[in-house]
């Protein structure tokens, strides 16, 4: 009886291996296609293996994205809020106030989506060398918390009307984790999405080898056309945002500062680091706890990190000669390219 039991299965368990052999090298012959384009104010590129060019509703998804939570849309719903005008707020506006709201109350503030008038403030001292007075920055800290805001009944409720919602420190990388989503969900196995700086990997790229990403060196480029690389990780099925990499420094004492305000004290932050990066399960996650660490500084960002060993961290700091010198959490060794 097992004999021809075993004579009747050979041949589905013959099927079954060829089928699986076919199915791997259509996979393999399957191209990768490549998009780029211009979103969010920033630069889009993208990489995935499909057999059809997936851009259209690509496009669709990121103008879903702006419609909610661009500032410099003057339809989209955080504008209408800005605005203090009734708007129903949608599940992608939702979703990021939320992860916002949840991220300050863990960095003690240190994150914080109304802090965008006092980064103006300093944004335009920096470029015409006049810095805020500062009865102006504790007039602009008035309308500066996160505490000042929350979400009532579907509302946004703010203590003053005078307040402004800000998500970019944390809105490309919930834009990159929109896509990598819509991938997926079209059956994409192998992509790399990446938004502005902002990254989601998934499987491997078109050499069947996983997705190496570097990390830029933040130098007094101004341009940003050097794009000299600090590093490269190894990065597969994981979100990457980096924060602070962006050239903007003031020097004091001698030494390099990044011009990041801490939303706590109205002023640019007096720590050593220069960049963070960030690797998380989700790009929403990533991107703003990387703006996080760069108003808390290496000290308190190691720190936190021990509270959350799902993240992983690459700091380029300045050290006590004033050179450049990097810290990395020790379970993100193993990805680092020598």
Sequence with gaps: ??????????????????????????????????????????????????????????????QKVDHSL???????????????????????????????MAVSEDTEGAFDITVAPLVN?????????????????DSLRQIVGYKKVSLVDGRINKQDPRMMLDCSAIAKGYGTDVIANYLRHRGVKNFMVEIGGEIVTSGVNAQRLPWK?????????????????????????????TSGNYRRFYYKGGKKFAHTIDPKTGYPVQHS???????????TTADAYATSFMVMGIDQARKLLERHPELMAYFIYSDERGEMAVWFSPSLKEKIVE
């Design 1 to 62: 009886m097992n004999k021809k039991k075993l004579i009747w299965q050979l041949p589905f368990l013959l099927l079954l291996i060829i089928g699986t052999v076919l199915i791997i090298r259509q996979q393999q012959n399957m191209p990768y296609q490549k998009n780029t384009g211009l979103v969010f104010g920033t630069v889009y590129n993208l990489t995935y293996q499909c057999d059809s060019d997936l851009n259209e509703g690509i496009m669709a998804e990121l």
């Design 70 to 100: 661009s500032p410099f849309n003057e339809q989209s719903i955080i504008t209408a809020v800005n605005q203090n005008k009734e708007v129903k707020l949608d599940e992608m506006f939702l979703t990021v106030f939320k992860k916002a």
């Design 121 to 137: 403030a300093w944004g335009f001292g920096f470029k015409n060398g006049i810095e805020p007075t500062r009865q102006q920055v």
């Design 213 to 241: 990403i570097g990390v830029t060196k933040p130098t007094d480029d101004s341009l940003s056309v050097s794009g000299e690389i600090q590093t490269i990780l190894n990065v597969t099925d994981k979100a990457m945002a």
């Design 273 to 283: 680091l220069l960049s963070a990066t960030v690797l998380a399960n989700d790009c």
